[in-house]
T-cell receptor, first 114, second 112 residues
């Protein structure tokens, strides 16, 4: 089946710093990828839609200047959490849409901001 | 606003039991309903349902959709401890291609 990777799997950073998370579709091209966030004991919440070659579209309540998304190629999307604060600590998951329209999720990145 | 409600929120069963998980939804211009299994990491895809009344089956798991009553069920027969996970239901509308609205999930614990 299709494989989506994320890097890093886990990151700890200090408050005020920026963190970049990569999402790659390893064996297929994805013009669209999605970024989700999951807080403990809660379900996944869609943050934004990442489109190759164009600007990302953000869900209501998600700050686009804080969560910068770049979809530079058909296999790579990056999410940069700028000026991270402890409340940004969460599990960030990307997904990539395959040719059959199904979504494949990456393994997730656990971000801890101290 | 699209809404997905899963029930029960959690359940504990013994190995060998059958479990039935429920997902009811409200979505503008329904396109599909998906089931995922989430263990410690990101969700893994189980089923995508688009048509009413057609059961999808994969091993001991099966799922069916009722578009008239706006719900789906996921069945797991002869449960094993490896089935312990959170099962997530998500819906997608035609107006929001690819965007999934997730339910809160059902935590299933299978005891030996």
């Amino acid at each position: 089946g299709a494989v989506v990777s994320q890097h890093p799997s886990r990151v700890i950073c200090k408050s005020g710093t920026s963190v970049k998370i990569e999402c790659r579709s390893l064996d297929f091209q994805a013009t669209t990828m999605f970024w989700y966030r999951q807080f403990p004991k809660q379900s996944l919440m869609l943050m934004a839609t990442s489109n190759e070659g164009s600007k990302a579209t953000y869900e209501q309540g998600v700050e686009k200047d804080k969560f910068l998304i770049n979809h530079a190629s058909l296999t790579l999307s990056t999410l940069t959490v700028t000026s991270a604060h402890p409340e940004d600590s969460s599990f960030y998951i990307c997904s990539a849409v395959g040719q059959g329209h199904e979504q494949y999720f990456g393994p997730g990145t656990r971000l801890t901001v101290t | 606003e699209d809404k997905v409600v899963q029930s029960p929120l959690s359940l504990v069963v013994h190995e060998g039991d059958t479990v039935t998980l429920n997902c009811s939804y409200e979505v503008t211009n329904f396109r599909s309903l998906l089931w995922y299994k989430q263990e410690k990491k990101a969700p893994t895809f189980l089923f995508m349902l688009t048509s009413s009344g057609i059961e999808k089956k994969s091993g001991r798991l099966s799922s069916i959709l009722d578009k008239k009553e706006l719900f789906s069920i996921l069945n797991i027969t002869a449960t094993q401890t490896g089935d312990s996970a959170v099962y997530l239901c998500a819906v997608e509308g035609t107006d929001s291609w690819g965007k999934l609205q997730f339910g809160a999930g059902t935590q299933v614990v299978v005891t030996p």
